[in-house]
């Protein structure tokens, strides 16, 4: 059984920052992929940002240029580095992972609030 946890979210002020992190149980290399979700508080969800087990990584035009995702490996978690965070990135952001013919596995989400 897959398991994420995310972890770091909280109240910054608008220009700060925060790191996200999705711990996996198990390998995370076995995922084709991971992402970084967010659902606003209008519930309109939003892929951010997502890594390919080969390293590739992709951005939402949105949030270009101020988050980076990445991994660590040997701990089975990858983050989301967020910077200049404006309050348009308040949200739940939710990470998944996919596996061929395996399916797909969510977190629980963590909440991120940005104050103007």
């Known amino acids: 059984q897959v398991q994420l946890m995310e972890s770091g979210g909280g109240l910054v002020q608008t220009g700060g920052s925060l790191r996200l992190s999705c711990a996996a149980s198990?390998?995370?290399?076995?995922?084709?992929?991971v992402e970084w979700y967010r659902q606003s508080p209008e519930n309109q969800r939003e892929r951010v940002a997502f890594?390919?087990?080969?390293?590739?990584?992709n951005y939402a035009d949105s949030v270009k240029g101020r988050f980076t995702i990445s991994r660590d490996i040997a701990a089975n978690t990858v983050y989301l580095q967020m910077d200049s965070l404006q309050p348009e990135d308040t949200g739940v952001y939710y990470c998944?992972?996919?596996?061929?013919?395996?399916?797909?596995?969510w977190g629980k989400g963590t909440l991120v609030t940005v104050s103007s």
């Open positions: 998944k992972a996919w596996k061929e013919m395996d399916g797909e596995y």
């Open positions: 198990g390998n995370i290399l076995r995922f084709n992929v």
């Open positions: 890594i390919t087990n080969g390293g590739g990584t």
